[in-house]
């Protein structure tokens, strides 16, 4: 997420709003000026980080603009935006002083990029803001944005792993609330017992083991966001409960007796389909209307191909850092590799194929032999693990017993996989079968996901698709 003030200054509306709302969703504070002269008049009267600015502009152009601010601001970089064709304009502009040139038509994720070597980037966390690009995408965080400045309830829908949890934090960020606690908790890993507790807390000895009181995640929350991660799989018990705290605004923490006020923006996720679940009977409709107030929805990852090379560039360039390595990038066949697949996993099956190739590859070109993707893998088990069990067996083992951990945990999520096909997906049956409770089967897909698996599925246990990320 670029943290940045910057100038932009086109004379051509639809354009300057156009390379304002991208550098917006990217995290910029975004002034406009339709002219260079405008833009002299603002430049004295607020600091920036940057400015960028077209060069064909009316009586006064970008190279005059240019020639100023280089004067006037001498440590303010400059960006400017020649026309297609124009390599005098571009050689010009970087002789002159601009750090760096934009050729129009130019994808709105190449502006953020070159932005972004030149201002402040806030440190890569989970943190970040979802990167996007496909339409569809910047629409979904523009509304996200709208919906950020009001106290509504929000659903975000999508497969797993396509970043529903990253749109989550964006809603937070991006609203009034934004220094105040974002609190997540996920409703399908906590153990059924343990939920209701943890949401509404509890006082010392309301059951036993409960030597001193804790207060809940509502009320940690206070003041901030509190997301509901995988409501689905609330037990229906729950749910009531979970309403009758949402609809009156106070929590009473288990064996207490004092209601606590709260002031909690609820954000909920599901990868089902909770209408289906409503009509099902397994999730409760007044809660459902209650959640689904304003419902966003992120397209699986295959039907947003436009995101993928972005998403991807994040993604190598946070495990570079991470790692201490130099910037890396995709080279032409990688790029080709990447846009190709078909991501069952979605982004977060992407993020694992982009950490494995940075194993496999210490120079600082990706090339599509380390994304081990194969694009003719047996369907139901995608190539990106099928070569990451091939990639391990290459790497020599750091220490036996983390090796001996996970392959054991390999072996576990591959019995479950097994078991709910020979179940025909129904998770009912697979846990019957495995001899664990429901409830421990949830838990372990969502043990699963968590590892980069993809186990889509099933809210009638019906098992959808079942492959490894
Ligand atoms: N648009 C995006 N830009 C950058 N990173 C992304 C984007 N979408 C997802 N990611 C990354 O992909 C991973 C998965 O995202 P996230 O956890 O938000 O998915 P999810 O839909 O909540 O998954 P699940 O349903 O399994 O909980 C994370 O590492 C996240 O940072």
Redesign the pocket.
């Given at each position: 997420m670029l943290s940045a003030s910057i100038l932009v200054v086109e004379d051509d509306r639809d354009l300057r709003e156009a390379l304002a709302d991208t550098l917006e969703i990217a995290g910029c504070k975004v002034t406009q000026a339709d002219s260079a002269e405008q833009a002299l008049t603002i430049l004295p009267r607020q600091v920036f980080d940057m400015v960028v600015s077209d060069i064909n502009m009316g009586a006064m152009d970008g190279m005059a603009l240019l020639k100023a601010v280089r004067q006037d601001y001498p440590q303010l970089p400059m960006l400017l935006i020649t026309a297609y064709g124009s390599v005098s304009a571009s050689v010009e502009a970087i002789r002159n002083g601009a750090v760096d040139y934009l050729v129009k038509p130019f994808k709105p994720q190449l502006l953020v990029d070159t932005v972004s070597r030149y201002v402040g980037v806030a440190s890569p966390s989970?943190d970040?803001?979802?990167?996007?690009v496909e339409a569809s995408?910047l629409q979904l965080l523009q509304l996200a944005k709208r919906v950020a400045a009001t106290d509504s309830t929000v659903l975000?829908c999508?497969?797993?792993?396509?970043?529903?949890?990253?749109?989550?934090?964006y809603i937070h960020q991006q609203s009034s609330r934004a220094q105040q606690p974002f609190i997540a908790i996920?409703c399908a890993a906590i153990p059924e017992n343990m939920l209701e507790g943890m949401l509404f807390g509890h006082e010392k000895g309301a059951f036993t083991g409960a030597y001193s009181s804790m207060p809940g995640k509502f009320e940690q929350a206070n003041g901030g966001t509190l997301l509901l991660?995988?409501i689905s799989e609330m037990d229906i018990s729950l749910q009531a409960k979970l309403l009758r705290v949402i609809q009156e605004r106070e929590v009473e923490r288990l064996g207490g007796r004092k209601t606590i006020s709260l002031d909690v923006r609820i954000l909920a996720?599901t990868?089902r389909h909770l209408a289906e679940e409503v009509s099902n009977g397994r999730f409760r409709e007044d809660l459902y209307y209650r959640l689904s107030v304003f419902p966003l929805n992120?397209l699986p990852l295959r039907e947003r191909r436009q995101?993928i090379l972005?998403?991807a560039q994040?993604?190598l360039n946070?495990h570079t850092l991470k790692m201490g390595r130099v910037n890396a990038s995709f080279d032409q066949q990688a790029q080709q590799a990447l846009i190709n697949h078909p991501w069952p996993g979605?982004?977060?099956e992407?993020?694992n194929v982009v950490q494995r190739a940075l194993i496999m590859q210490p120079g600082n070109i990706i090339t599509s032999a380390d994304l081990r993707i194969d694009p003719f893998a047996p369907a139901g088990l995608a190539a990106s693990t099928v070569s990451a069990v091939a990639a391990t067996s290459e790497q020599p083992a750091a220490d036996d017993s983390n090796a001996l951990g996970s392959d054991l945990q390999r072996r576990e999520f591959e019995i479950i996989l097994n078991t709910l096909r020979s179940e025909n997906g129904s998770r009912k049956n697979t846990a019957e079968k495995l001899g664990i409770s429901p409830r421990t089967l949830r838990y372990k897909i969502?043990r699963m996901?968590?590892s980069g698996f993809d186990v889509a599925g099933g809210d009638s246990g019906k098992l959808q698709a079942a492959s490894y990320k």
């Open positions: 989970d970040e803001g979802p990167v996007a995408s975000i999508g497969e797993s792993g396509t970043g529903k949890e990253v749109l989550a934090r996920n991660d995988e996720t990868n992120w995101d972005a998403i994040r993604l946070n979605n982004v977060r992407l993020d969502a996901r968590d």
